[in-house]
């Protein structure tokens, strides 16, 4: 049987052979009818304001900030840590998505388990609440910003979702409705299923384990045992006020997230429809950008991830294409690509190598997705040398 992480390359490979050749099959079917001018490009990137670029880049640090503190607030009825005493765990975390691919979003969990010695599966719990605040804080400024925002355009940006580009064709109205609050909605609907959890866990387990063992019980026995990980670990908010701060600190972070953005965009005052963008239109693309990344993959995601911003913002603002490029390249690096040189420095300290943890975590999430106890190991042992 191949290793885990004989297996983890291959997936990448076949992925990243399989995008470069459409990538590539793209340019050689558009390339006479796109007209490109790189000098454009260059100029643009010259003439745009770096202290802007850098003031976007710090609104994304400090919202790494937020993330440690926010992760603190919710282990605190389970272990009391500083604010900021897991901000190299979110660093790490990110570096390795940004470097690896999706496939290391458990990296986070794990190195906090591996941190403070608790349950791996109390912190893919926090992992799963965390990720729903997120949804429902993002979900919230989005239906928000988006009334001053024509419906066309909402549907023109979260095309990349199918429901909404299909729905776009035949009933536009009922499109622009779920593209302005259908994440309010799945949000709400993950939080009542994770109440059902934290309140009636065993009976949601057993529920789960005969409607999907009525398809194989394998599959019920593994939903069973996630539900009943998840209700181990969600004892995490237990009044209106553990509520009430984590909300805060999200909708802070994403708040610094679109001022991130707002700031990247103006920074590139030589093209009048981005130096006009409003925040709406910028949350609008922040939106969009978000769901460019969601099947990130490392390294060619990048240049994937900043075609699909640059045609948004030619589609849905109307810059030209070099304007567009430059600033979808400089967004990537303030939002997503800033931290990685720091978070590989960090792992030099810690002795962490990304790469392993990511095997590792994979392993630790699959171990414990199928009953069999995973042991973490724990912070300050030489296992990891390099950060890579």
């Known amino acids: ?69 926010r992760w603190a607030q919710l282990l605190k009825h389970n272990q009391k840590v500083g604010p900021f005493t897991l901000l190299g765990t979110q660093v790490m975390g990110f570096t390795a998505v940004a470097l690896i691919g999706r496939v290391a979003d458990p990296v986070r969990p794990y190195l906090v388990s591996r941190k403070t010695g608790l349950a791996l599966s109390s912190q893919l719990a926090v992992y799963v609440v965390e990720r729903l605040f997120d949804a429902g804080t993002l979900a919230l400024i989005f239906s928000l910003a988006m009334l001053s925002v024509s419906s066309a355009k909402i549907v023109q940006a979260t095309s990349h979702s199918h429901l909404v580009a299909a729905l776009g064709s035949h009933l536009p109205v009922l499109a622009a409705f779920v593209a302005r609050y259908g994440g309010l909605l799945l949000t709400l609907l993950g939080a009542l299923f994770l ?43 237990r009044n209106f006020a553990d509520f009430a701060a984590t909300a805060g600190m999200s909708l802070a972070m994403w708040l610094l997230i679109a001022l991130a953005y707002y700031t990247g965009c103006h920074a590139f005052a030589a093209s009048p429809q981005l130096a006009a963008l409003t925040p ?49 390249a ?58 890579f």
């Open 280 to 328: 709406s239109e910028c949350v609008l693309l922040m939106v969009t950008s978000g769901g460019a990344s969601v099947l990130q993959l490392p390294i060619l995601g990048w240049f994937t991830q900043i075609g699909i911003v640059a045609a948004a913002i030619v589609g849905l603002f109307g810059a030209n294409p070099e304007a567009s490029t430059a600033c979808a």
């Open 195 to 237: 109440l059902a959890v934290r309140l009636a866990g065993q009976r949601v387990a057993r529920l789960a384990e005969r409607s999907f063992g009525a398809f194989s019980k394998e599959l019920g026995a593994a939903a069973g045992q996630k539900v009943r990980a998840f209700h181990s670990g969600l004892d995490i908010m």
């Open 1 to 69: 049987m191949p290793h885990n992480g004989e297996r983890l390359k291959k997936r990448q490979l076949i992925v990243s052979v399989v995008v470069l050749g459409a990538l590539i099959a793209l340019f050689l079917l558009g390339r006479g009818r796109i007209h490109f001018d790189f000098r454009l490009f260059r100029a643009q990137l010259a003439r745009a304001s770096w202290r802007e670029i850098a003031l976007s880049a710090g609104c994304i640090y400090l919202g790494y900030g937020f993330r440690s503190a």
């Open 330 to 387: 400089v967004l990537l690096l303030t939002t997503f690509l800033s931290i990685v040189p720091v978070g590989l420095i960090w792992a030099q300290f810690d002795h962490v190598s990304l790469r392993k943890v990511t095997l590792e975590s994979e392993q630790a999430e699959e171990a414990l997705a199928s009953g069999e106890s995973s042991t973490v190991p724990q912070s300050g042992g030489g296992n990891f040398p390099g950060p």
